[in-house]
């Protein structure tokens, strides 16, 4: 029982790390119907600033998640008007060209930065004990960071004015051009979010994990099955299925090897989008 509770615990830190890597591509995919592969380069330079800020520069942790979200958004805006949107609505080329991007960008932080793996040191040291059940601050502190997340883009597409044009332009895109919504500046906008969001996991990441070139290819697909299960629509829909997928593996892990737990876990996926090709939380369409 004491090892059930332990695993239990270490798959909410799990299920936030998991959900932010994935709230980017609900924003992206979910929102306006594009297929970011370069999703997890969006990841890799949120983690390539936190390492230079906080390890090379010595600044602090906070600084450190600011900068890789601006950075990150920033870059997805750009990418967004020279590459995106000029292919709004072909799948299969802005496939391609953000495979392709992606690749340029894991091929250009090698050249610069070298094939190595660096590493961030952890900003919450320390743990502390529940019935004899270890509980690093860090994991706290990364499910208290996913729950603020979750409620601030929450407000803001549903609460703000920003969030109604966005929802409108999903739903009828010449509608909205017609009531003088501006698409082209909420589509660079929505883009940029979804990019910065991105980055600021990458910065959550780094403490965990190791910073590297390839490191955003662990986490594209996990991310597409977070959002696919949940309802490419939902947001909260893929915080649901984030903690469904975490706490699944996290929990059979402590009785079998992770690979095992982790293709059992697939599988039920597969069997459920058999069943449910529109997500556990779609939204009703009239």
């Not at 919504?181 to 906008?189: G, H, K, P, S, Y």
Request: hydrophobic share 55%; net charge neutral; charged share 10%.
């Amino acid at each position: 029982m004491e090892l059930f509770i332990s695993q239990g615990i270490n798959g909410l830190s799990v299920s936030a790390m998991l959900f932010i890597t994935a709230l980017g591509l609900v924003i992206i995919f979910g929102l306006m119907d594009v297929v970011n592969m370069a999703h997890g380069e969006f990841i890799m330079i949120g983690a390539y600033v936190t390492y230079f800020v906080t390890t090379v520069f010595h600044g602090p942790f906070f600084l450190a998640m600011l900068l890789a979200f601006l950075t990150a958004a920033l870059f997805g805006a750009l990418v967004e008007m020279t590459l995106i949107k000029r292919l709004y609505g072909k799948v299969a080329e802005t496939m391609l060209a953000t495979f392709a991007l992606s690749t340029i960008l894991q091929q250009t932080v090698r050249m610069l930065f070298g094939p190595e793996d660096k590493f961030v040191g952890p900003p919450l040291a320390g743990h502390f004990s529940v019935q004899g059940i270890v509980i690093p601050h860090y994991n706290v502190f990364l499910i208290i960071v996913a729950l603020a997340i979750l409620a601030t883009t929450l407000v803001l597409f549903f609460k703000t004015s920003f969030g109604m044009q966005l929802r409108a332009v999903t739903q009828n895109r010449s509608m909205s051009q017609c009531l003088g919504v501006n698409t082209a500046r909420i589509d660079t906008l929505t883009f940029a979010c979804g990019s910065g969001l991105a980055g600021l996991a990458g910065a959550l990441i780094a403490p965990v994990k190791s910073v590297m070139p390839l490191m955003g290819s662990y986490y594209l697909v996990d991310g597409l099955l977070t959002v696919v299960l949940g309802g490419v629509t939902s947001i909260i829909g893929t915080a649901a299925s984030s903690t469904v997928i975490s706490e699944s593996v996290t929990l059979m892990a402590g009785y079998m090897s992770e690979i095992t737990a982790k293709v059992l876990v697939f599988l039920i996926i597969i069997v459920l989008i058999r069943f449910k090709p529109e997500g556990l939380f779609a939204s009703e369409k009239r």
